[in-house]
């Protein structure tokens, strides 16, 4: 719908506020440039504007507005213009022009060069060009001399430069956005996670299975997981159940550079889960050194650097399952170093004989402790698994698990019965992760001592 005001600078003050009134909800298209700025002339010099009292100035500069579209501050602004000048004209460009420098032969002179020393980088090639003039005396060099890097950049984007020089450029690396490039600052809480991948090896052409180790910052608790190939479908099922083994709440997530946890899947689950999702920086190592020390010291420790067959992956997962991670959490002691700061400066660490800990005690140390605790999860609950046992006895159950488990797996290597077909919790394929059973209490086997001989 479109309307029209017939003789609209001829409205006295009173009939423009009551026009503003009763079209308050109507709204008004300006048709050009020069018809608005002639309205805007019939309007102010048929009111007589500069000879209106503050009021009935409020109402013109409103109906203006109204009429025209335009905002109040730019009527304001053309206002202005015609109280000085008694006209309303646009004002002329002040665009500013500069002066062209480097001409065509310039840019011609640049693609050779470009062309003799292979495209090299911008300093590089500007320092070519003052030696030319400056060792080499020559002429034509002269003004080329003077050029800047940033600008020597700008005339290789010209056309005319590539219309005399076609660059290739290889595919650049894009930059991931996943994750926050940062150390992660636990401020002594529990629940932020160092975690890394390690690759049980290869051996004519057939793989071997991943273990994934989880370690908490400040309790040092640590979750192992195996999974037969760092794919999607086969990690994130795995990191589930890594993430649902500990007793508190997980908080923060920090990884390396490896597209095995930098992708939407990983990024998806910790934001359901509400983690700080963190990876480590270029050019310090130390951002994921925790978990790179347990790599070593657990890892390989237990699980050998030979090769064994990605199959094994379920039940190497049991294993760290059932009786590893148990052992590692409520029966290993762990070092906590104590960081000291010398006059110049320097931070050293000292290990005291009391500040080993397994990291249950570690826990349990912390002050208000039972506030980081999953739903469900009950401080006499922990009690009891890391009592059912000794430290010895634990140790001695998880070495019988492990021989028994590398013995079968060694053994389908030389064409022994190899593991049931079974897929790992959630699956190859993507399915929903089966829910954790508890923890099994094997009984109490009997340790000889020096007395039983």
């Not at 005396?137 to 940033?150: C, D, I, N, P």
């Not at 809480?189 to 160092?194: F, S, T």
């Amino acid at each position: 719908m479109t309307f029209q005001v017939h003789e609209a600078e001829q409205l006295s003050i009173e009939q423009m506020r009551e026009f503003l009134q009763g079209s308050r909800q109507l709204t008004f298209a300006r048709q050009g440039r020069a018809a608005v700025y002639q309205f805007l002339e019939r309007v102010l010099q048929a009111r007589r504007y500069d000879r209106c009292t503050r009021a009935e100035k409020g109402v013109v500069r409103a109906y203006l507005a109204k009429l025209t579209g335009l905002s109040r501050a730019q009527i304001t602004r053309l206002i202005g213009r015609w109280s000085q000048t008694r006209e309303v004209r646009p004002l002329p460009l002040r665009r500013p022009s500069f002066p062209r420098r480097y001409r065509s032969s310039d840019i011609a002179l640049l693609a050779q060069v470009d062309a003799a020393h292979e495209d090299l980088s911008g300093p590089a090639i500007r320092r070519i060009l003052q030696r030319e003039y400056t060792v080499f005396g020559k002429a034509e060099f002269e003004r080329r001399s003077q050029l800047s890097v940033s600008h020597l950049y700008n005339l290789r984007r010209s056309a005319a430069y590539r219309r005399r020089r076609v660059r290739v450029e290889t595919t650049q690396g894009k930059p991931v956005s996943i994750a926050e490039r940062r150390r992660p600052d636990p401020q002594g809480k529990p629940g932020y996670l160092r975690v890394d991948t390690v690759h049980q090896g290869q051996q004519d052409g057939k793989a071997g299975p991943y273990h994934i180790n989880s370690v908490d910052t400040v309790t040092q608790w640590e979750g192992l997981g195996c999974c037969q190939a760092i794919s999607e479908n086969h990690l994130i099922p795995v990191l589930e159940e890594i993430l649902d083994q500990y007793p508190f709440r997980i908080l923060g997530f920090h990884s390396d550079n490896g597209s095995e946890y930098l992708n939407h899947r990983v990024a998806a689950m910790l934001n359901k889960l509400l983690v700080e999702f963190t990876k480590s920086r270029s050019c310090r190592s130390t951002d994921n050194a925790l978990v790179e020390g347990k790599n070593g010291a657990v890892v390989r420790k237990h699980m050998g650097y030979g090769l064994i067959g990605s199959e094994w992956a379920e039940p190497i997962h049991g294993f760290y399952r059932e009786h590893l991670n148990p052992y590692l959490n409520y029966h290993r002691p762990c070092g906590f170093a104590t960081m000291e700061v010398d006059a110049r400066g320097k931070r050293r660490r000292h290990y005291r004989p009391d500040d080993y800990r397994t990291p249950y005690e570690k826990l349990t140390a912390l002050p208000r402790w039972r506030q980081y605790l999953k739903p469900g999860v009950t401080a006499a609950s922990l009690q009891q698994r890391a009592t059912a046992h000794s430290d010895t006895e634990a140790a001695t159950l998880m070495q019988k698990a492990k021989t028994e488990l590398l013995d079968r797996a060694r053994s389908s290597r030389a064409g022994g019965p190899r593991p049931p077909v079974t897929a790992l919790p959630g699956g190859a394929r993507g399915l929903k992760r089966r829910p954790l059973a508890p923890h099994p209490t094997p009984p109490a086997e009997h340790i000889p001592s020096k007395g039983d001989a």
